[in-house]
C-alpha cells in the first residue's frame, strides 16, 4: 500500500503532519464486544465492516433472521471521533484514510468538525501520488476476536458469509438439524455452531474482503 520511508516523503512535500490517537481503542472495542456478549441472548454479528453489515442486514431483512448487528462503531470512527475533538489538533483538518470506501462514506455521514474520511486510493489520487501493492498480508486479519469467552465463527469474503447466512436461512425454515451437521463445516465446525445458534451466544466476525481489510476497494 505505502512503506514508512515513502509515506514520509508524500507527508512532507504536501506539508501534511502524520497524527496518532492516544488511546487504545482496538483494546477499547474489544472490551465493548466482551461486555456486549455477556449478555448476549442469541448470534450477534461484528459490526467493524460496513459492508458486510449491509448483508446481515439484507437476510435479516428478506429472509427473516435474527441476527444482532453490534452497535459498536469500528475501531477507525472511534480514532476519527478522538482525532476531531482533541485540542491540539483543533487548528488544521483531519484526514482519515480508510481502506475502503464504504467506511468513508459511513465517516463523512457523521460529519465530524474538521475531520474527512478519504480511501487510500482516492488520498493518493488527490495528492498525484502512485499507490505502492497492497500487501499479501493484511494489516487487520481475521482473528481480532480470538480470546474471548464465547464462541466466535470467523468469516471473511462475501462468499463465506453468504454461505453461512444461507445455512442459517435454511435451519430457520426447519431444515433437520441432522442436516445442518452433515454439511462442510470446517475447522471451526461451522455446522454445529448454526445448529446451536438461536440458543447460545454466538459472535460472527465478519469481514467482507477475503482474509483482510487490505482487499478492500480503497487500496487497490
Known amino acids: 500500500m505505502v512503506s514508512e520511508q515513502n509515506l514520509k516523503r508524500i507527508l512532507t512535500e504536501h506539508q501534511l503532519t502524520q497524527v496518532r490517537c492516544q488511546e487504545d481503542w482496538s483494546g477499547i472495542v474489544l472490551k465493548q464486544y466482551a461486555e456486549l456478549m455477556e449478555h448476549a441472548d442469541g448470534t450477534v454479528a461484528d459490526a467493524r465492516c460496513p459492508e ?3 448483508l446481515i442486514e439484507r437476510y435479516n431483512e428478506e429472509r427473516n433472521l435474527f441476527i444482532q448487528v453490534a452497535d459498536i462503531e469500528p475501531i477507525l470512527i472511534h480514532c476519527a471521533r478522538e482525532l476531531s475533538a482533541r485540542a491540539d489538533l483543533a487548528d488544521g483538518e483531519k484526514i482519515i484514510t480508510t481502506p475502503c470506501r464504504i467506511l468513508a462514506e459511513q465517516g ?3 460529519e465530524l468538525p474538521h475531520t474527512r474520511f478519504v480511501s487510500w486510493k482516492d488520498f493518493f489520487s488527490e495528492l498525484g501520488e502512485s499507490l505502492e501493492p497492497a500487501p499479501e498480508a493484511s494489516p487487520i486479519p481475521p482473528g481480532f476476536f480470538t480470546g474471548l ?9 462475501r462468499e463465506d458469509i453468504e454461505d453461512y447466512l444461507e445455512e442459517r436461512s435454511r435451519t430457520s425454515e426447519g431444515e433437520s438439524e441432522d442436516r445442518m451437521m ?3 463445516a470446517g475447522s471451526q465446525n461451522i455446522g454445529a455452531v448454526i445448529a446451536d445458534a438461536g440458543r447460545k451466544p454466538l459472535l460472527l466476525e465478519l469481514l467482507y474482503c477475503p482474509k483482510g481489510c487490505h482487499m478492500g476497494d480503497g487500496v487497490r
Open 52 to 54: 458486510a453489515v449491509n
Open 108 to 110: 463523512n455521514a457523521l
Open 149 to 157: 469467552s464465547v464462541p466466535v465463527v470467523s468469516l471473511s469474503g
Open 182 to 184: 452433515s454439511g462442510t
